[in-house]
T-cell receptor, first 115, second 108 residues
Framework: DGGITQSPKYLFRKEGQNVTLSCEQN?????MYWYRQDPGQGLRLIYY???????QKGDIAEGYSVSREKKESFPLTVTSAQKNPTAFYLC??????????????FGDGTRLSIL | GQSLEQPSEVTAVEGAIVQINCTYQ??????LSWYQQHDGGAPTFLSY????GLEETGRFSSFLSRSDSYGYLLLQELQMKDSASYFC?????????FGKGTRLSVIA
Protein backbone atom coordinates (compact mmCIF):
# COMPACT_ATOMS: atom_id res chain seq x y z
CA ASP A 1 0.00 0.00 0.00
CA GLY A 2 1.16 3.50 -0.78
CA GLY A 3 1.82 5.88 2.04
CA ILE A 4 4.22 7.98 4.06
CA THR A 5 6.56 6.53 6.65
CA GLN A 6 8.07 8.64 9.37
CA SER A 7 10.73 7.42 11.75
CA PRO A 8 11.41 7.28 14.56
CA LYS A 9 8.07 7.54 16.32
CA TYR A 10 9.71 9.02 19.43
CA LEU A 11 13.00 10.91 19.58
CA PHE A 12 14.94 12.53 22.38
CA ARG A 13 17.45 15.31 21.87
CA LYS A 14 20.23 16.41 24.16
CA GLU A 15 21.31 20.01 24.50
CA GLY A 16 23.49 21.14 21.60
CA GLN A 17 22.65 18.10 19.50
CA ASN A 18 21.32 17.98 15.95
CA VAL A 19 18.75 15.28 15.21
CA THR A 20 17.31 14.11 11.90
CA LEU A 21 13.74 12.96 11.34
CA SER A 22 13.11 10.63 8.43
CA CYS A 23 10.23 10.86 5.95
CA GLU A 24 9.76 8.49 3.02
CA GLN A 25 6.83 8.29 0.59
CA ASN A 26 5.94 5.81 -2.14
CA UNK A 27 2.98 7.75 -3.55
CA UNK A 28 5.03 9.22 -6.39
CA UNK A 29 4.14 12.71 -5.17
CA UNK A 30 6.23 15.68 -6.26
CA UNK A 31 5.51 17.88 -3.23
CA MET A 32 6.53 17.15 0.35
CA TYR A 33 6.12 19.13 3.57
CA TRP A 34 7.19 19.30 7.17
CA TYR A 35 4.88 20.66 9.86
CA ARG A 36 5.29 21.31 13.53
CA GLN A 37 2.32 20.85 15.86
CA ASP A 38 2.30 22.04 19.46
CA PRO A 39 -0.38 20.95 21.96
CA GLY A 40 -3.77 22.40 21.08
CA GLN A 41 -2.33 24.16 18.06
CA GLY A 42 -2.69 23.88 14.34
CA LEU A 43 -0.09 22.80 11.83
CA ARG A 44 2.70 25.28 11.18
CA LEU A 45 4.72 24.83 8.01
CA ILE A 46 8.48 24.45 8.49
CA TYR A 47 9.71 23.65 4.98
CA TYR A 48 8.26 22.35 1.76
CA UNK A 49 9.63 20.97 -1.48
CA UNK A 50 7.89 21.11 -4.83
CA UNK A 51 10.40 18.98 -6.69
CA UNK A 52 13.67 17.12 -6.22
CA UNK A 53 16.66 19.32 -5.33
CA UNK A 54 14.41 22.27 -4.48
CA UNK A 55 12.86 23.38 -1.21
CA GLN A 56 11.36 26.52 0.28
CA LYS A 57 11.14 27.94 3.78
CA GLY A 58 7.76 27.89 5.47
CA ASP A 59 6.54 30.06 8.32
CA ILE A 60 8.88 28.73 11.02
CA ALA A 61 12.06 27.55 9.26
CA GLU A 62 14.59 28.99 11.75
CA GLY A 63 16.55 26.25 13.50
CA TYR A 64 15.61 23.59 10.93
CA SER A 65 17.15 22.30 7.71
CA VAL A 66 16.01 19.90 4.99
CA SER A 67 17.23 18.18 1.85
CA ARG A 68 15.45 16.65 -1.15
CA GLU A 69 17.95 14.49 -2.99
CA LYS A 70 15.39 11.86 -3.96
CA LYS A 71 11.72 12.15 -4.84
CA GLU A 72 10.79 9.66 -2.14
CA SER A 73 12.71 11.22 0.75
CA PHE A 74 12.52 14.53 2.62
CA PRO A 75 14.48 14.38 5.89
CA LEU A 76 14.24 17.17 8.46
CA THR A 77 17.16 18.12 10.72
CA VAL A 78 16.37 19.90 13.96
CA THR A 79 19.53 21.83 14.75
CA SER A 80 20.87 23.03 18.07
CA ALA A 81 19.78 26.52 17.02
CA GLN A 82 16.16 25.48 17.56
CA LYS A 83 15.82 26.32 21.25
CA ASN A 84 12.34 24.93 21.76
CA PRO A 85 12.18 21.76 19.65
CA THR A 86 9.73 19.78 21.78
CA ALA A 87 6.75 19.16 19.51
CA PHE A 88 4.96 16.70 17.26
CA TYR A 89 6.44 16.74 13.75
CA LEU A 90 4.36 15.70 10.77
CA CYS A 91 5.51 15.00 7.23
CA UNK A 92 3.07 15.15 4.33
CA UNK A 93 3.02 14.85 0.56
CA UNK A 94 0.75 15.83 -2.31
CA UNK A 95 0.79 15.68 -6.09
CA UNK A 96 1.44 19.44 -6.31
CA UNK A 97 2.15 22.05 -3.67
CA UNK A 98 -0.53 24.50 -4.73
CA UNK A 99 -3.70 24.79 -6.76
CA UNK A 100 -7.09 23.22 -6.68
CA UNK A 101 -7.73 20.18 -4.52
CA UNK A 102 -4.29 18.92 -3.70
CA UNK A 103 -5.06 16.80 -0.61
CA UNK A 104 -2.10 16.13 1.58
CA UNK A 105 -1.30 12.67 2.84
CA PHE A 106 0.34 12.59 6.26
CA GLY A 107 2.72 10.28 8.04
CA ASP A 108 2.06 9.15 11.62
CA GLY A 109 4.43 11.75 13.05
CA THR A 110 7.53 11.91 15.21
CA ARG A 111 7.29 13.16 18.78
CA LEU A 112 10.49 14.98 19.73
CA SER A 113 11.40 15.76 23.33
CA ILE A 114 14.34 17.39 25.09
CA LEU A 115 16.40 15.29 27.51
CA GLY B 1 -1.72 37.28 3.93
CA GLN B 2 -3.91 34.31 4.60
CA SER B 3 -5.73 33.43 7.81
CA LEU B 4 -8.50 31.17 9.02
CA GLU B 5 -10.70 31.33 12.10
CA GLN B 6 -12.52 28.40 13.63
CA PRO B 7 -13.85 27.73 17.15
CA SER B 8 -11.35 26.07 19.45
CA GLU B 9 -13.79 23.60 21.02
CA VAL B 10 -17.24 22.16 20.37
CA THR B 11 -19.16 19.60 22.41
CA ALA B 12 -22.11 17.60 21.06
CA VAL B 13 -24.22 14.62 22.04
CA GLU B 14 -23.94 11.21 20.42
CA GLY B 15 -26.48 10.87 17.61
CA ALA B 16 -26.85 14.62 17.16
CA ILE B 17 -25.69 16.97 14.40
CA VAL B 18 -22.83 19.44 14.82
CA GLN B 19 -21.57 22.24 12.60
CA ILE B 20 -17.98 23.51 12.70
CA ASN B 21 -17.56 26.93 11.12
CA CYS B 22 -14.53 28.39 9.38
CA THR B 23 -14.02 31.92 8.11
CA TYR B 24 -11.02 32.89 6.07
CA GLN B 25 -9.10 35.76 4.52
CA UNK B 26 -6.97 35.26 1.45
CA UNK B 27 -5.88 37.01 -1.72
CA UNK B 28 -5.77 33.94 -3.95
CA UNK B 29 -8.43 31.29 -3.42
CA UNK B 30 -8.85 27.87 -4.99
CA UNK B 31 -10.82 26.05 -2.33
CA LEU B 32 -11.38 25.04 1.28
CA SER B 33 -10.47 21.64 2.66
CA TRP B 34 -11.26 19.83 5.91
CA TYR B 35 -9.03 17.40 7.79
CA GLN B 36 -9.66 15.20 10.81
CA GLN B 37 -7.02 14.35 13.40
CA HIS B 38 -7.47 11.98 16.31
CA ASP B 39 -5.27 12.54 19.36
CA GLY B 40 -1.69 11.51 18.63
CA GLY B 41 -2.55 10.56 15.07
CA ALA B 42 -2.07 11.82 11.55
CA PRO B 43 -4.46 14.30 9.94
CA THR B 44 -6.63 12.71 7.27
CA PHE B 45 -8.35 14.47 4.39
CA LEU B 46 -12.15 14.67 4.66
CA SER B 47 -13.48 16.97 1.96
CA TYR B 48 -12.82 19.82 -0.46
CA UNK B 49 -15.03 22.65 -1.74
CA UNK B 50 -14.02 24.78 -4.70
CA UNK B 51 -17.48 26.06 -5.60
CA UNK B 52 -20.33 27.44 -3.51
CA GLY B 53 -22.67 24.88 -2.08
CA LEU B 54 -22.79 21.65 -0.16
CA GLU B 55 -20.66 18.56 -0.75
CA GLU B 56 -21.87 15.39 0.94
CA THR B 57 -19.78 12.35 1.82
CA GLY B 58 -21.71 9.92 3.99
CA ARG B 59 -22.33 11.39 7.43
CA PHE B 60 -20.05 14.35 6.68
CA SER B 61 -20.96 17.37 4.55
CA SER B 62 -19.00 20.51 3.80
CA PHE B 63 -20.34 23.86 2.68
CA LEU B 64 -18.69 26.87 1.07
CA SER B 65 -19.78 30.44 0.43
CA ARG B 66 -17.05 32.26 -1.49
CA SER B 67 -18.82 35.60 -1.29
CA ASP B 68 -18.89 35.36 2.52
CA SER B 69 -15.41 33.77 2.82
CA TYR B 70 -17.07 31.15 4.97
CA GLY B 71 -17.41 27.43 5.13
CA TYR B 72 -18.52 24.77 7.54
CA LEU B 73 -18.23 21.06 8.19
CA LEU B 74 -21.45 19.29 9.17
CA LEU B 75 -21.30 15.99 10.98
CA GLN B 76 -24.53 14.01 11.30
CA GLU B 77 -25.47 11.03 13.47
CA LEU B 78 -22.50 11.73 15.68
CA GLN B 79 -20.57 8.76 16.99
CA MET B 80 -18.07 8.60 19.82
CA LYS B 81 -15.32 7.89 17.29
CA ASP B 82 -15.95 11.35 15.77
CA SER B 83 -14.26 12.90 18.82
CA ALA B 84 -11.20 14.48 17.22
CA SER B 85 -9.79 17.79 16.04
CA TYR B 86 -11.03 19.18 12.75
CA PHE B 87 -8.99 21.62 10.67
CA CYS B 88 -10.08 23.79 7.80
CA UNK B 89 -7.38 24.61 5.26
CA UNK B 90 -7.04 27.11 2.41
CA UNK B 91 -5.91 26.10 -1.08
CA UNK B 92 -4.41 28.96 -3.01
CA UNK B 93 -1.21 30.03 -4.70
CA UNK B 94 0.85 28.68 -1.81
CA UNK B 95 0.90 25.40 0.09
CA UNK B 96 -2.16 24.68 2.22
CA UNK B 97 -2.69 27.04 5.13
CA PHE B 98 -4.33 25.34 8.12
CA GLY B 99 -6.58 26.80 10.77
CA LYS B 100 -5.78 26.14 14.42
CA GLY B 101 -8.38 23.39 14.63
CA THR B 102 -11.63 22.70 16.45
CA ARG B 103 -11.61 20.02 19.10
CA LEU B 104 -14.90 18.10 18.94
CA SER B 105 -15.95 16.15 22.00
CA VAL B 106 -18.86 13.75 21.54
CA ILE B 107 -20.60 12.87 24.80
CA ALA B 108 -23.12 10.16 25.61
Amino acid sequence: DGGITQSPKYLFRKEGQNVTLSCEQNLNHDAMYWYRQDPGQGLRLIYYSQIVNDFQKGDIAEGYSVSREKKESFPLTVTSAQKNPTAFYLCASSIQSWGSNQPQHFGDGTRLSIL
Amino acid sequence: GQSLEQPSEVTAVEGAIVQINCTYQTSGFYGLSWYQQHDGGAPTFLSYNALDGLEETGRFSSFLSRSDSYGYLLLQELQMKDSASYFCALSGNTPLVFGKGTRLSVIA
